[in-house]
């Protein structure tokens, strides 16, 4: 028997911490050895010239969940996870949302059955909460937290998933008491919805108006809230897909004061302006853009960097939301084009969120690979309960890999994408840095620009809370080692 089943030769080795040269030895789906020079071994992959990091963990991505009006989402499991391996990740976290009326545990249920046998990629399930009736919080919730679901989501706005304040907080002890880590989505729901029926009055129903409709200060007064009730109750939080550098000051003034404050921030944040909602001519094609939190200004990508480059960000996710641009389920159904309210929010992005970030930010001087590594991979690992399981490269770990080419200059086109939707976002945005091939668990799903499966390949993985003291947790998440403090890289 050989020592190895691959031998991944040649390349430079990237983690949250260390840039070294070094060959790695996988055996049965691990890292077994990670050496300067690997002689013996099975198959090989020739890593020269290029980086080979952990696998990308995307923990903020929608798949085959239903939108608001019952229109679907145009990934599944199979189109979604395609595109994520295409991009370099390895592990995705979506969501298990909970209609109103209904029990949590069936919500999982049928996820997973949507999941099982059709994901490339290794997956967990985060569970939204839109009705935290008494036995949610008292049984349901502790329970599947024990049975590795340990992060939820509650939304501060939407009105099929709102919570009022005083369920908010009663999530938020609920999580403290299991542990668990809550995300919450941070826009105020009767300011948007003031906000939306002026504009509508106005005749304002173009969907750049989305954007008008939840200016950052209606995120700005979401996100003091969400850590006002964080603080009283005593329990961390992670504020999702922030915009701006309103939300972001009040976290880092948060974290300031040592509350356990995390915050995530997404590709649209830093490569999407409000302008692009006005489409080619304030038309409806400015609803390819439509998100939630909306995109905002080339001043507040300087805020985003400065928060990515703080630490103030833990996580850089997608929010992968997609959506078909035409046909009846799409952006442009007929009710959206009467107001900008119907237009589906969410965009599609797991499958360029690492080039983007690589890109604008590593070639462009502004993060150091390794903080990439944290930022795409290491830290979401660390957040929801993975780590050292996944987000590393180490003797006895999974081996998820990214082999990435740091120079490769690609234009993004929907012409290139493996997801569901018939756009993408990005179009004609250039990048330089992009995946040559991924591995779960040692098995190349992605090369060369394909993806080579199996389907069925990821399983479901099994979360623990995360136990680090709160002091600790912030330093081990905030950070990989920064500019200069790596290897150059020759860029
Ligand atoms: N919030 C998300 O987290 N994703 C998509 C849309 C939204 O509002
Ligand atoms: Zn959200
Ligand atoms: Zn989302």
């Known amino acids: 028997m050989e020592a190895y089943d691959l031998v991944v030769r040649g390349g430079t080795v990237v983690t949250a911490s260390d840039t070294i040269k070094a060959d790695i030895g996988i055996r049965d789906g691990r890292i077994i050895a990670v050496a300067e020079t690997i002689t013996t071994g099975g198959e090989t992959f020739d890593a020269r010239g290029l980086l080979v990091m952990p696998g990308g963990i995307d923990s903020h991505v929608h798949l085959a969940q239903p939108g608001a009006g019952g229109v679907m989402l145009a990934d599944d499991f199979e189109t ?65 937290v024990n049975d590795g679901y340990s992060s939820f989501k509650v939304f501060m706005t939407y009105d099929d998933m709102v919570l009022n304040d005083r369920q908010l907080l009663d999530v938020f002890e609920c999580a403290k008491e299991c542990s668990a880590l809550v995300m919450v989505h941070c826009e105020g729901y009767d300011a948007i919805r003031f906000l939306t029926e002026r504009l509508e009055r106005a005749g304002k129903t173009a969907p750049y108006y989305h954007a008008a409709s939840r200016p950052q200060v209606v995120e700005r007064e979401a996100t003091h809230r969400a850590i006002s009730h964080a603080e009283l109750i005593d329990v961390p939080i992670m504020i999702v897909h922030v915009s701006g550098r309103e939300p972001m000051e009040q976290i880092r003034w948060a974290q300031q004061r040592g509350l356990k404050v995390f915050a995530e921030t997404c590709p649209q944040y830093v490569a999407l302006t409000a302008e692009d ?26 805020a985003i960097w400065e928060g990515l480059k703080g630490g103030v960000f833990s996580t850089f996710s997608s929010d992968h939301s997609p959506f078909m641009y035409e046909g009846p389920t ?62 590393t490269i180490a003797p006895g770990v999974d081996a998820d890999l990214v082999v990435w080419d740091p120079n490769r200059e690609v234009t993004i086109t929907q012409g290139l994408m493996h997801h569901g939707p018939d756009y993408t976002p990005y179009e004609g945005q250039k990048v330089t840095g992009w995946p040559v ?26 979360r623990t809370t995360t136990k680090y003291p709160a002091a600790e947790w912030q330093s081990t998440t905030r950070r990989g080692a920064a500019v200069g403090e790596g290897e150059a890289l020759g860029q």
Not at 115 to 142: M, N, R
Not at 277 to 295: Q, T
Not at 437 to 462: E, I, N, Q, S, Y
């Open 330 to 391: 799409g952006k442009l159904n007929p009710r959206a084009r009467t107001s900008f309210r119907w237009v589906p929010n969410g965009i599609p992005g797991v499958e360029t969120r690492l080039p983007i970030l690589f890109s604008r930010g590593v070639v462009g001087g502004r993060i150091s690979v390794n903080e990439f590594v944290a930022l795409t991979s290491t830290n979401h690992a660390k957040m929801y309960g993975l780590y050292p399981r996944k987000g």
């Open 277 to 302: 909602l006005k489409g080619l001519n304030m038309d409806e094609s400015g609803g390819k853009y439509v998100c939630s939190p909306p995109p905002r200004d080339e001043a507040n990508w300087e």
């Open 80 to 144: 979604g996870t395609r595109s994520a391996v295409a991009g370099g990740n390895t592990t995705l976290i979506p969501f298990a949302l909970q209609r109103r009326g209904e029990s949590l545990r069936h919500a999982v249920a049928a996820y997973h059955s949507e999941a099982e046998g059709k994901s490339y990629c290794d997956y967990g399930f985060h569970l939204i909460i839109t009705d935290p009736t008494p036995s949610v919080i008292g049984q349901e919730l502790p329970s599947l």
């Open 437 to 462: 091939a991924t591995f779960v668990r040692g098995t190349c799903v992605f090369a060369h620009g394909d993806v080579v499966g199996p389907l069925g390949h990821g399983g479901f993985l099994k």
